[in-house]
């Protein structure tokens, strides 16, 4: 008998059954990239579907999102209804992926303003010529910082929440994995404040590195920078100014006097100011840091003198990871450019289920609420899905809606901060936000080290389907993740099936995946487990 009992039902969605060995599993899933923007992407995707099916797929997670640009481009349409046909004709769902929160890029051509912002409060500038910049004075003293082999260890003494610029050079090649490349972590708080990976092309060639991050809370950062056989010359730290400054009527910008008792009007006493390049450069929809930052432009009658200290506070974006820039929560214009995504699809697609995308939110909770009520991080994202599920259910009331698991449990990134302390640049923790998903939302659960972590949706009482793979290539490790998966799940009421869930497109191992799925109880006997690490995330 397998380890593992399924739900059938597929109106009520409550029946359980026990599941006997030579049974398949009813859903079978794959995640499935597309790229719909030219004819060579179509048959790519088709040939895909064709290879999925042979599988025995009944769903693809379609992960493409150009509707939301393109809905009224006859090519694209056209491209779609073959899409649609071919799926139709294979017997398999499409389930478009919407409300991408958390990877969020494809939303930024409406506004780039709208992400996600951290706070920037009283930071030092001073005026010169006309123009006011972050004040020299206010970088950190690196004497504090001791070499250590090719690079440096120290903790500075920093100002709380001030957006801080890293420039050096790397002489020789770094041969070692560039999120571990810099490190800066508050004393008091253990907060991992450097979360965005340094771009290392150009540096062999003398290019400098360039690197930023907020101290947040912390009067202290431990700082190192661990070059390997490398080695770090003309290390600089200093304050980043505007930087990636974000504006809206929610988050917005204040310029005092340095005694505070003199707040200066945009427009009066200094002009308009935007990041004009946090958009353009190198293209749209690219956020850089590799720059100069937009100064404050005083205007001729300024109350601001020359040779004057201000203090500055406002926002800034940050972007975690390689490529991860997350949209504000809290803004309301964030719905609404959601609820176009939502509408766009439909438009394109009319599809009959949904999968919202709230998912790795790591930058959140630190902008007011428009009604000036604070929420913590998990009441905001409660509020936040249960908004984007109403939209659905407005839309097309019969519609499936799925989400992703690890926002919503505190087995996963809804966590108590006691488990493992700060979820990257949260303001709090997630704690409650699964209050906001009602019972009928379908969870795609793509980490379970224990049972626990499939037990609470199903004591919820939401169905699930297991997302395994990872991209782990050799059969040990793909009968590790199966064997895991059918482990934690034994007993738990609700799991519909599994997916192939790839996050590097690598569909070579679809098929044999598959197989080892269909004849776990051939082989589980002889495989040996290992404890998998949590995919995609670096302790």
């Not at 428009?370 to 097309?396: I, Q, S």
């Not at 919503?408 to 006691?418: M, Y």
Request: charged share 30%; hydrophobic share 40%; with cysteine.
């Amino acid at each position: 008998m397998r380890a593992l009992t399924i739900l059938l039902s597929a109106l009520a969605l409550t029946a359980v059954v026990a599941r006997a060995a030579e049974d398949k599993l009813p859903e079978r899933w794959i995640y499935a990239r597309a790229n719909l923007g030219s004819d060579a992407g179509l048959e790519k995707f088709l040939a895909l579907l064709k290879d999925a099916k042979a599988t025995g797929c009944t769903h693809a997670l379609l992960v493409e999102g150009r509707w939301l640009r393109f809905p009224d481009d006859a090519e694209y349409q056209a491209r779609a209804d073959k899409v649609k046909a071919a799926a139709q004709e294979l017997g398999i769902a499409l389930v478009p992926g919407i409300c991408s929160i958390g990877y969020s890029g494809r939303y930024f051509h409406f506004d780039p303003n709208l992400t996600a912002g951290l706070p920037v409060k009283e930071m030092p500038f001073v005026v010169k010529d006309g123009k006011a910049g972050a004040d020299p004075a206010g970088a950190p003293d690196l004497a504090a910082l001791k070499a250590e082999g090719n690079g440096f260890n120290g903790v500075l003494k920093v100002r709380p929440f001030q957006h801080y610029k890293v420039t050096f050079k790397l002489e020789g090649k770094y041969e070692g994995d560039a999120d571990e490349l810099i490190r800066a972590t508050g004393v008091d708080s253990k907060r991992w404040l450097s979360r965005g990976t340094p771009h290392l092309e150009g540096a062999a060639s003398g290019k400098p590195v360039v690197y930023t991050f907020n101290s947040l809370d912390s009067n202290e950062v431990r700082f190192r920078i661990n070059p390997g056989a490398a080695k770090v010359a003309d290390l600089k730290i200093e304050l980043a100014g505007t930087l990636l400054l974000a504006r809206r009527p929610l988050i917005p910008l204040t310029v005092a006097s340095e005694d505070g008792k003199t707040v200066y009007e945009e427009g009066k006493d200094f002009k308009p100011l935007h990041d004009a390049d946090m958009l353009k450069k190198p293209f749209d929809g690219e956020f850089t840091i590799d720059r100069k930052p937009a100064e404050i432009e005083l205007i001729e009658g300024s109350r601001i003198k020359d040779g004057e200290k201000l203090k500055v506070s406002f926002w800034h974006g940050y972007r975690t990871g390689t490529d991860q820039d997350g949209i504000s929560l809290e803004d309301p214009k964030t719905l609404e450019i959601l609820e176009l995504d939502l509408k766009n699809c439909i438009k394109v697609w009319k599809p009959g289920a949904f999968m919202l995308n709230y998912d790795e939110i790591r930058v959140a909770g630190w902008e007011p609420m428009p009604d000036g009520k604070p929420l913590k991080p998990g009441e905001l994202l409660a509020k936040h899905f249960k908004a984007m599920y109403d939209l659905v259910r407005k839309n097309v009331p019969e519609a499936k809606i799925y989400t992703w698991s690890d926002m919503f449990t505190p087995f996963h990134n809804a966590r108590p901060f006691a488990d493992k302390g700060y979820y990257y640049l949260v303001n709090g923790t997630w704690d409650g936000s699964w209050e906001g998903v009602p019972k009928d939302v379908i969870i795609l659960n793509w980490y379970a080290p224990k049972t626990d972590g499939l037990k609470f949706f199903a004591d919820r009482g939401n169905p699930q389907v297991i997302c395994g793979y990872y991209d782990g290539r050799s059969d040990a490790a793909m009968k590790n993740n199966i064997g895991n998966w059918m482990k934690v799940s034994t007993g738990v009421p609700g799991v519909l099936g599994f997916m192939y869930t790839t996050w590097h497109d690598d569909y070579k191992n679809l098929k044999r995946y598959f197989e080892l799925v269909d004849t776990y109880a051939d082989w589980s006997g002889t495989a040996k487990a290992v404890k998998e690490k949590e995919p995609g995330v670096k302790e």
